[in-house]
Structures are given as C-alpha cells and as structure tokens.
C-alpha cells in the first residue's frame, strides 16, 4: 500500500536529480551523508509541543479511583490469560537529501503494521502494512531551484508536505512567522522531523481505526497494544508511552508514581486540561490513564521501566483497570534484551519494529548514511 511509486527507486531518483541538476549549473548542497534525523541530536528549538500543555502545570487531572493518587499492586496471571492479542508499531526514518539556500530538503519514509499473535505464532495482519514516503519542502519559499526542484518531483508523482507547524498558518495563507521560521535552518529541520512524527502518527491512527472497525477485532474479541499514545477513545485499544517527558502527576502524588515498586501501579486518572468547557458540560472525552512500573528500579533513574497506560474514556472499573495491567505484566517475558529500550518494551511490539525496520531498510538500498 506504498503512496508514492518513487520510493523503489528513491537511491537512484536522487542521484538522477543531483546528476541532472548539476548538469544544468543548479546547485543542490548535498546532504546524503548526514544520516536520519532519528540519530541526530536535538536542535534545541521547540516548535509547537504535541500535547499540547508546555505551558500548564501542574496539569489538571481527574482522579478515577482514589484521592489521592495511590499505589495499587496488579493482581498477577498467566501469560496464556492475557487477551492482548494485537499490536500496534510504526516505524519512521528522516532524511537530509539537500539543502538550497538555508533550506532542507528532507525526505521522510514511514511504515506501520498490526501484529497478530495466535498462541506462540505472530504474523502481520496483511490489510493493516502500510508504508508511505514524503518529501518535506516548504511551499511558500521560492527561488529558482526551489521551484525547478518542486517540479521535477511532481512530475514523479511524489507527495509533497509543507513542514511548518500549523500555527504558521492562518486561512491557510503563511504568516510572517513562516517566513521568519523559513529563514532559520535549524528551525527548518525541527518542524521537518516533527511533521515527520506527524506523518507516521496519522499512519498509526488510520491503521488503528481500520483495525477497530473492521470485521477482525468483532471474531475474537482481542485487545490491541499501541506503541504510543492513544489519541482516540477506542475499545479494546490500550496505548503504551513509553516517554515520560510529559509528567502528569505532582508533588506528593509525583513521589508515589516515582516510588511505584515493580509491580504496581498507581490509580487511574483523566488528563482534562484544557477542556473547560467539555469538564462544565460533563462530555469531556479524555483517556483514561495510569502508569506502571514493568521491573525493579533499585539503583536506577527513577524513570527505569515506568510506563504510562492509556485506554479509552470508557475505562474506569478498578476490576477492568486491574485486568488490563495484569496482561500487561504477564508480557515482560521474554525480554527484549539486546533494545536498550528493553526495560519498558514488550516483547511483540520489538519483533513487529525489526520487521518495520528491515521494509523502511530495503527502500533505502543504496543511500550512502
């Protein structure tokens, strides 16, 4: 389900251009060498946080099931008990190509796929692999070579993407903060990686609503683990986060989540910050969340194998709670040892990435980094 045909032939399309170009005595500043945005380190510039509460906190929670937020030790099960029978991934690698000017060009490969696990056998579910490639150049800057470079890829049927964040924008027309923004490369190359992030985010979540509403989840009645946030009120979906950049909890509820032992979590609560007006009407539609500490943290960061849960609004017996989390226990084994990630990894969710990784790897068959 590739959207664009050029990506079997990405190596080759490139260095046709650079050829052609240079040929032609337009200048492309290479970039080939740079190696994906993925390994880089970060620029520094902060364009527009996801979650959309980089300046609220403490964050405004509901409580669930206690006031305050408490420890709760899972109740343990078999792994054969669990009913997580699905599992989510995508899998992403952003490329320096060129530079015209202070601008990048970048190109973004994105690939996502459902795991199915049927007793010991695991098997992606064909309908759900999904692969996309996008170059990211901003529309409104023109030069010469901008505009010769556009066409070209046009003419090759390839997709794509203005980079700048939506604020950028008003009535779709750019404001002078684009402009501002198009001026400062690093700023260029943070928006390419976060809508790169936006890319294979939407992959995930078209992936996610196939599986929900198709005809496969209503036959067995399985969960499906998402590698990541949830986003959407979804039944039987439960969204793992890994990343705890965004820390929902404060102060003495902050020391339980920090203190959770192995084992436990702590109870459940709603994110509700910033709906107002959804909190007033009682129709707020937020996850329901809580955090789970998978293994010992003894003599590591406090953050050492913390995850944070999330499922849909629905979600609030302590019973159903209890259950999720258990399944999510019985997980653990086996470990994913050789992902330093491993901590807070499940084991499905490790195997489904190398097979994402190896199809992003095979389109890039040739690329010097």
């Not at 997580?84 to 796929?113: E, M, N």
């Not at 890829?153 to 390839?158: E, S």
């Not at 459940?268 to 943290?297: C, N």
Request: with cysteine; glycine share 6%; aromatic share 8%.
């Amino acid at each position: 389900m590739a959207r664009s045909s050029l990506t079997a032939r990405f190596t080759n399309v490139v260095m046709e251009i650079q050829h052609d170009f240079s040929a032609q005595g337009v200048r492309l500043a290479d970039m080939r060498r740079a190696g994906s945005l993925e390994t880089q380190r970060e620029s520094g510039f902060d364009l527009d946080r996801a979650d959309g509460a980089a300046d609220e906190w403490p964050l405004t929670i509901e409580r669930i099931e206690h006031q305050p937020i408490r420890a709760i030790e899972i109740p343990k099960v078999a792994p054969g008990a669990s009913r997580l029978r699905y599992f989510l991934d995508g899998s992403q690698k952003t490329l320096l190509v060129w530079r015209i000017g202070v601008v990048p060009v970048v190109s973004a490969f994105a690939v996502a796929a459902v795991l199915a696990r049927d007793g010991g056998d695991c098997t992606i579910v064909p309908e759900t692999l999904t692969f996309s490639h996008t170059w990211l150049i901003p529309e409104h800057v023109s030069s010469p070579e901008l505009d010769r470079l556009r066409l070209r890829l046009r003419d090759d049927n390839a997709d794509i993407v203005d980079p700048m964040p939506v604020r950028c924008f008003q009535d779709s027309q750019p404001t002078a903060e684009y402009f501002a923004l198009a001026g400062n490369y690093g700023a260029m190359v943070t928006a390419a990686q976060q809508k790169a992030n936006e890319l294979r985010s939407e992959l995930e979540r078209d992936i996610l609503r196939q599986w929900a509403y198709g005809s496969r989840r209503s036959q067995d009645g399985g969960f499906i683990v998402v590698d990541g946030k949830l986003r959407e009120n979804i039944p039987h979906a439960v969204g793992l986060v890994k990343s705890l950049d965004m820390q929902h909890l404060a102060g003495s509820e902050a020391e339980v989540l920090f203190s959770l032992p192995a084992g436990y979590r702590t109870s459940a609560f709603r994110y509700v910050g910033r709906q107002t007006e959804e909190r007033e009407s009682g129709k707020s539609d937020a996850r329901t969340m809580w955090y789970i500490r998978l293994w010992d943290a003894a003599g590591m960061d406090a953050r050492h194998s913390l995850v944070r849960i999330e499922a849909a609004h629905e979600v609030a017996d302590p019973a159903e709670i209890d259950r999720i989390s258990s399944w999510l226990m019985a997980e653990r084994i086996p470990r994913a040892t050789q992902d330093p990630r491993w901590a807070t990894l499940l084991y499905p969710i490790h195997f489904l990435e190398e097979i994402l990784k190896r199809r992003i790897a095979g389109e890039l068959t040739g690329w010097p980094s």
